[in-house]
């Protein structure tokens, strides 16, 4: 398959919030919403479709969040998470900001693998941080999601 690993374009206020594929990283759309409208939704197209996306979320002066981040499942592997990771990086770094957060699952070990991969270090552990905020019990990997690994890149 070729790919053209352009830049993302930020999603205009009027179009559709490709919900499809933020469902991909989170459980719920009640809560995507709790991040998406205070955040800044970049889109990754390929043939006029939109395959790939992240949310760019400010936490303070300093520092900014990849609230979620998700590559259409036919697409997956071929380094195009790699890129948009990447992407955002120089983003936030062009933006001003000291520090770019990201936070999944326990039980996320390609995700884990792949953020650390491309620079970012664990810093924390939010325990219970999945038990406490979803409806359901949340298994990835064959394990019980239950705390939310952060991970940092400063900048
Ligand atoms: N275990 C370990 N590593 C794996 C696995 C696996 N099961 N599967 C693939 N990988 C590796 C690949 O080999 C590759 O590494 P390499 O470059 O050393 O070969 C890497 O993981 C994947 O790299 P990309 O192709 O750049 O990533 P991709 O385009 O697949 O995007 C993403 C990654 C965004 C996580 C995608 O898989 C996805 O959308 N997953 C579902 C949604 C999701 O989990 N999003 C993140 C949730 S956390 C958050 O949103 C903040
Ligand atoms: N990524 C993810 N999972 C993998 C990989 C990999 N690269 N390779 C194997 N696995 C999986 C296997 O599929 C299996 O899972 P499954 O049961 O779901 O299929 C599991 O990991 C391995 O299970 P076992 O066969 O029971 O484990 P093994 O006999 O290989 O022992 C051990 C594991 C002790 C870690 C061994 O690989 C080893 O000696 N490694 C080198 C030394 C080491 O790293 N020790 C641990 C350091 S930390 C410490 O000592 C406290």
């Given at each position: 398959?070729t790919?053209?690993?352009?830049?993302?374009?930020?999603?205009?206020?009027e179009?559709?919030?490709?919900?499809?594929?933020?469902?991909l990283?989170d459980?719920?759309i009640e809560?995507?919403d709790?991040?998406?409208?205070?955040?800044e939704?970049?889109?990754?197209?390929?043939?006029?479709?939109?395959?790939g996306v992240y949310?760019?979320?400010?936490?303070?002066a300093?520092?900014?969040e990849?609230k979620?981040?998700a590559?259409?499942?036919d697409y997956?592997?071929?380094g195009?998470?790699?890129?948009?990771?990447?992407?955002?990086?120089q983003?936030?770094?062009?933006?001003g900001?000291?520090?770019?957060?990201i936070g999944t699952?326990?039980?996320a070990i390609?995700?884990?693998?792949?953020?650390?991969?491309?620079?970012?270090?664990?810093?924390?552990?939010r325990?219970?941080?999945f038990?406490?905020?979803?409806?359901?019990?949340?298994?990835?990997n064959?394990?019980?999601?239950?705390?939310?690994?952060?991970?940092?890149k400063?900048?």
């Open positions: 398959m790919l053209n690993y352009t830049q993302t374009r930020l999603l205009e206020k179009e559709q919030i490709p919900y499809e594929l933020l469902l990283a459980e719920t809560i995507i709790s991040y998406v409208k205070g955040g939704i970049y889109v990754f197209e390929h043939n006029s479709q939109i395959i949310i760019l979320y400010i936490l303070d300093k520092a900014i990849i979620n981040i590559v259409h499942k997956q592997g071929l195009i998470g790699t890129h948009l990771l990447n992407e955002a990086t983003r936030a770094k062009e933006k900001f000291k520090t770019l957060v699952a326990n039980g390609k995700q884990l693998y792949l953020y650390q991969k491309v620079g970012f270090e664990i810093t924390g552990i325990k219970n941080f038990v406490d905020n979803y409806p359901a019990p949340i298994y990835e064959g394990i019980l999601c239950k705390h939310m690994i952060m991970l940092e400063q900048l």
